[in-house]
């Protein structure tokens, strides 16, 4: 099994870098900058970027990149992908300068979703400055955040996650869309990998053609989260979920659009875990209170 460290970045298609530049500064508080190929970077700690707009036919989610430790834990993990029967691609040159990372593959899961897995990136150390204030967003050890990515194929893909992408179950949730019984459930499976970050990943029960459910970024402070819900106001973006607070992360955040037709959960105060202490439970309910997702999302 590979040995993911954490979400080290996630790469947005899009038609229009420059909307990526506006809203990353002035509704996520991060800082941008131009891309290789005229893409865009989006900054929000020591790292070179977090999120990576590339050029592209279409507004959506493109991938999630995997950080290993090094190249040995790198070349162990092409070898697992290639003894699983994955179709292992090496990154192109532009590819690999765009992420600025030693070597990179990707592969597909069983439900479409691409996946990175990099070593060794680049940076100056540059320190991050919000230019809207935010005090900081969590990263370091625990990663840029988490995504929710969708599995229509979901018994496979779970299994391809957990016995080749070395990914463990925190917890579940199911979920109907309407108050009819007969309505099938669909699972949420809630995903973490070897940080204490309570998920860095999930898999949704559900086709997506955006590619995404959602991607989360986590702030230091509640005031860095209600100044976030201003920004999205006075900048027109629409809100996909009120403030709440989930069940199973504790997380306080609300949901609201992006350009890359995906939402990102803004929050605070993520659990962080204790993995050998953990017992799995599922959850009845996604959220303590708030958190009223049929003011945007449509399933």
Same mark, same amino acid.
């Given at each position: 099994m590979?040995d993911?460290? @954490?979400?080290?970045?996630?790469v947005a298609?899009?038609t229009d870098p420059?909307?990526?530049m506006h809203?990353?500064?002035?509704v ?6 131009d891309?290789?190929g005229?893409g865009a970077?989006l ?6 970027? #977090?999120?990576?707009?590339? &050029?592209?036919?279409a507004? =959506?989610y493109f991938?999630?990149g995997?950080?290993v430790?090094?190249?040995r ?5 092409v070898?697992?992908l ?5 179709q292992v691609?090496?990154? /192109?040159?532009?590819e690999l300068?765009?992420?600025?990372a030693?070597?990179? !593959? ?8 691409r996946?990175?897995?990099v070593?060794g990136f680049? /940076?100056?150390?540059a320190?991050f400055?919000s230019s809207q204030g935010?005090?900081g967003f969590?990263?370091g050890?625990? @990663? ?12 496979q893909?779970?299994?391809f996650?957990? %016995?080749?992408m070395g990914?463990?179950l ?7 869309f309407?108050p009819d &019984?007969?309505?099938?459930?669909? #699972?949420?499976y809630?995903l973490h990998?070897n940080n204490?970050r309570?998920?860095?990943?999930a898999?949704f029960?559900?086709?997506? &053609?955006n590619g =995404?459910?959602?991607?989360?970024l ?5 005031? %860095?989260v @209600?100044?976030?819900?201003? #920004?999205?106001l006075?900048?027109?973006v629409?809100? *996909?979920a009120t403030l @709440?607070r989930?069940?199973? %992360?504790?997380m306080?955040?609300?949901? *609201? ?5 995906f939402?990102?959960e803004?929050g605070?105060?993520?659990?962080v875990m204790?993995?050998? #202490?953990? !017992? ?6 996604p959220?303590?209170w708030g958190h ?8």
């Amino acid at each position: 099994m590979i040995d993911i460290r @954490g979400l080290a970045y996630v790469v947005a298609e899009t038609t229009d870098p420059s909307k990526w530049m506006h809203y990353g500064e002035q509704v996520l508080g991060a800082m941008a900058s131009d891309a290789p190929g005229g893409g865009a970077y989006l900054k929000i700690d020591d790292r070179a970027f #977090r999120i990576f707009a590339q &050029p592209g036919n279409a507004d =959506c989610y493109f991938a999630s990149g995997w950080e290993v430790a090094d190249q040995r834990a790198f070349d162990s993990a092409v070898r697992d992908l290639e003894s699983s029967g994955a179709q292992v691609i090496r990154a /192109t040159a532009g590819e690999l300068e765009a992420r600025m990372a030693q070597e990179m !593959v990707w592969i597909r899961d069983p439900s479409g979703n691409r996946h990175e897995i990099v070593w060794g990136f680049r /940076t100056d150390g540059a320190r991050f400055v919000s230019s809207q204030g935010v005090s900081g967003f969590v990263t370091g050890e625990l @990663g840029m955040g988490h995504a929710v990515l969708p599995a229509p194929n979901f018994d496979q893909t779970w299994a391809f996650l957990r %016995d080749v992408m070395g990914f463990g179950l925190t917890d579940i949730l199911r979920l109907r869309f309407t108050p009819d &019984p007969q309505e099938p459930e669909k #699972r949420i499976y809630f995903l973490h990998c070897n940080n204490p970050r309570h998920h860095s990943l999930a898999l949704f029960e559900f086709p997506m &053609p955006n590619g =995404c459910v959602h991607l989360m970024l986590e702030v230091k402070s509640i005031d %860095d989260v @209600g100044r976030a819900y201003d #920004r999205m106001l006075k900048n027109q973006v629409k809100l *996909m979920a009120t403030l @709440g607070r989930h069940v199973n %992360d504790e997380m306080i955040s609300f949901y *609201m659009a992006t350009p890359g037709n995906f939402p990102i959960e803004y929050g605070c105060g993520g659990r962080v875990m204790d993995w050998s #202490r953990h !017992v799995v439970f599922e959850a009845t309910a996604p959220s303590h209170w708030g958190h009223d997702f049929s003011v945007g999302f449509k399933f």
